[in-house]
């Protein structure tokens, strides 16, 4: 008999509906009911379900909308609920929304936190994280086969490891004065010594007593395209030098000057 895991739990009712339960939801607060075939808002569906004529429903208060309801009664002696009793049911019920909330919350953070990682870890740019203090903390699997030093071995480094460092140290004033650009093209140096062409960007992840907590930085490798654009800046300047030269053979030039006395 009361308020079992059998009784209560596969019950449905419509919020729009006169049911009791209804309008625990729709009032967000607690109903304590001394004698329930007294009260039209309990069905005799209902109070079969539980076995009781004397109960306390409390809601379990979400951030937008009520959890659930708990409910309670005394069915050792059939009479109501105390007061003070009904008050340690809401004050539970709120504690069990915080802690539900906080639940949720956090699935959604590591759900996120799954998420972005997979999109860092698959980027087909490189990616690094930094700390406040501009300490690398991640390094995708990108910019480990970019630069050629594995994550281990620079985590708790500078990017002036593998960025000029005067380009470095102009983009590092800018994200301190708060006005970095929206890119910045700078030379990169990788392990084996090759130089490369990058395009970076900067990020920051929130703020902390006015400072940025950290920094998301997208190092694109410009190094091939940039060859691209020197080649063919070079091969227009081939084909120019090529049709002046072609017109002076073709006879395109000035004609004899005559001489007189």
């Known amino acids: 008999p009361g308020f079992t895991d059998e009784s209560v739990p596969s019950r449905r009712v419509r919020l729009d509906s006169d049911d009791i339960l209804a309008h625990v939801v729709r ?6 009911v001394a004698d329930g075939s007294a009260d039209p ?11 009781s004529r004397a109960f306390c429903l409390a809601p379990i208060p979400g951030r937008d909308r009520v959890q659930g309801v708990i409910g309670v009664d005394r069915p050792s002696s059939g009479g109501p609920v105390p007061e003070e009793m009904a008050q ?36 087909p740019d490189a990616f690094a994280g930094l700390d406040r203090e501009f300490r690398i903390a991640l390094w995708n699997p990108r910019a480990e086969t970019l630069f050629g030093y594995r994550a281990g071995e620079l985590l708790g480094a500078s990017l002036a490891e593998v960025i000029d460092a005067v380009d470095y140290a102009g983009m590092r004033e800018d ?20 130089r490369l062409e990058l395009q970076v960007s900067w990020h920051s992840q929130g703020a902390e007593e006015g400072r940025a907590r950290g920094w998301f930085v997208l190092l694109h490798d410009r190094t091939e395209e940039k060859r691209l654009e020197a080649h063919l800046l070079e091969g227009e300047k081939t084909a120019t030098a090529g049709s002046l030269i072609g017109g002076v ?8 000057v005559p001489l007189g006395y």
């Open 88 to 123: 340690s049911l809401v004050l539970f019920c709120g504690a069990a929304g915080l802690a539900l909330e906080n639940a949720r919350l956090l699935d959604g953070i590591v759900e996120s936190e799954n998420r972005f990682r997979t999109a860092v870890e698959k980027s």
């Open 27 to 32: 009032g967000g607060r607690a109903i304590n």
């Open 249 to 256: 053979a073709h006879g395109h030039h000035p004609g004899p």
């Open 41 to 51: 808002r309990c069905s005799p569906e209902f109070l079969n379900a539980i076995r």
């Open 175 to 194: 994200v301190l004065g708060g006005a970095p650009r929206a890119h910045y093209d700078v030379g990169g140096l990788t392990r084996d010594g090759r």
